[in-house]
């Protein structure tokens, strides 16, 4: 896939880092955003994540779906009104085993009290990642 296509639908800096450097296994494991370390980085679908320690870099290449981040890492709220907005790792929430991030706190706040924007986003998914 063309890495123009690819940024439509991945969250990434011009590096092509995903999730800011974020470890995505450790939203699981410890329940908060921990910074990667540039020696264990795994490049997925074109993407490099960065992980805390081996055992965790481990886990992500065994099943690399089960901790991507919903909508490519792009903000959920966002992504249910119809928007691509980047996200703060601090801004998080695990629903139903899936990694939902949001652009900042308040708009997490405000997404946390309307869960019937995750089905919102999962409709508006398809005609969003073409955006640029």
């Known amino acids: 896939m ?18 800011k450097g974020y470890d ?13 370390s540039p020696d264990y980085t795994f490049n997925y679908e074109g993407v490099k994540y960065r992980f805390a320690s081996r055992q ?7 099943d690399p779906e089960r901790y991507l981040p919903a909508y490519g ?11 691509k907005l980047d996200t ?9 085993g899936k ?3 949001n652009n900042c706190m308040e708009i997490h706040d405000k997404w946390l009290g309307e869960q019937e ?6 409709k508006n998914w398809p005609d969003v990642l073409t955006k640029e």
């Open 2 to 19: 063309p890495t123009d296509a690819m940024n439509t639908y991945v969250d990434v800096n011009e590096k092509r880092l995903g999730l």
């Open 24 to 36: 995505p296994v450790a939203y699981f494991q410890v329940g908060r955003p921990q910074a990667g």
């Open 56 to 62: 965790n870099l481990i886990l992500f290449m065994k």
């Open 73 to 83: 890492g792009f903000c959920s709220f966002g992504v249910s009104e119809g928007l």
């Open 88 to 96: 703060d790792p601090a801004a998080f929430k695990i629903v139903d």
């Open 99 to 101: 990694l939902y991030l």
């Open 117 to 122: 924007r995750i089905e919102r986003a999962n």
